[in-house]
């Protein structure tokens, strides 16, 4: 996470770069000196609650100046701030306040006044949740909560250092950057395209939750601004695209998801001065795996995640555990200089992570494919292996699969249950624009390519945009939830 000293850092940017661009937010800005000033008093607003050294804090993740300034204060107090998504229910965000043991939910308004609502304290809610150390860790993140309940995820302090170092030195940043940050601030890319751009004295532009799915609105967002560096799912990308090219960027990172081959070429053209990066992690690791990308002539063959990081072990894990030497597929697993010490909630940690040749790894649950010059492939899920009449079914392959059909936008394959089969397929799929795409004809497409248990049994066919989670990635639990609904109610 951001460092204690982190605060101070960017505080000091206030006699170098006083009058530089900190923060971007819709039609308004915010120097680096009124950064220092608004994280000043906002940090004397906290004294007056007079909370213990190393207490833990709420502070729900809206995207704005003011909340950005009110972490920096709860840094610079020596607080530790759990970051949960803004869009939790109340329960929900109650439920991993208690967890973590927080003592105040905080927010902050335009005006720079700070709210502060004291939470009652469940020591047997938190019983089995480790105590946040703040020597170890300011910040506490939380799974996207996409396949299941938010965990709450503690970033070290020398973790975020490392990373921010490296990433500074593959991005080749200066201060003299502007970053386009698109994803929450709870999300893990916000070490990033946030953190460790304030880090640097570079400019942040912030896309609120209003401008994230509008091209128009995205647009007219980074319109003027010399953008330099962009981060972001393909969702992102694919908005970018659709407007005028941006040469000033020359770092553009595809992270997230599997970036569609069929959206490349707009986005080469999109950023005509920019290098590619397809990188992978995840919220317990922080990224783990990058590939640069080539501006290559006509459709490109999959992109791989590419080679470990610097000072990153990866294994590849077969079927019975033991590493394989050399190409191979099986579950990847990774141990970082930026991953957690493990989940608040300990009793997950057995499970997640393993002690292999005298280092701590992490199971991402994800099934590769390792070339034998290295280079490694992504295959799915391991938890996205479900049975079909007895038959093992990859779901991210059924969805690959869908997306070869040229009327295809997006798509997304879950599993339901059924007394018969175990399991059915259902798709949820974005058409193209004025595309005359049927069920009939999309089933007959996976079927001529895939065995008729991968054939999905029903499919939504749409022109809206997939639901998606917090983070930009789809809302599987949404897709699913929404089908048994309509299949109740029939």
Known sequence: MPSPHLADTVGAHREKRADRVALSCCHRSVTYRQLDVLTSALADQLDRLELAPGATVCVPAHKSPETVALLLAVFRRGLVALVPSPDLGVEALARLSRQARAVHLLAVDEQGRLSAEPLPRDETEAAGF?????????????????????????????????????ATHAFDLTADDVALSYAPLNFDLALL??????????????????????????ADLVSGRHITFVQGVPMLHRLLAQGPSRPTVRQAVFTGEAMPADLLPSVFAAYPEARFHNVFGCTETNDSFVHEVPRTPGRPERMPIGHPLPGVRALVLAPDGTPLDGPGTGELVVSTPFQTDGYLRTALNDRAFTELDGHTYYRTGDLVTRAPDGLVHLEGRADWQVKVRGIRTNLQEVEAVITTHPDVSEAVVVALPDDQAGARLHARVTRHPAAALTGLGLRSHVGARLPRHAIPSSVHITDQPLPRTSTGKPDRNRIRDDRMKETATA
Do not use: H
């Not at 020597?135 to 396949?147: C, E, M």
């Not at 751009?197 to 994230?212: C, H, I, N, S, T």
């Open 130 to 166: 480790a105590i946040p150390d703040p020597a170890r860790t300011r910040l506490l993140l939380t799974t996207s909560g996409s396949t299941g309940t938010p965990k709450i995820v503690p970033v070290p302090v020398d973790g975020f250092t490392a990373f921010a170092d490296w």
């Open 193 to 218: 395209d946030v953190w460790t751009f304030l880090r640097l004295g570079a400019e942040v532009v912030l896309v609120g939750k209003e401008q994230a799915a509008d091209a128009g609105r995205l």
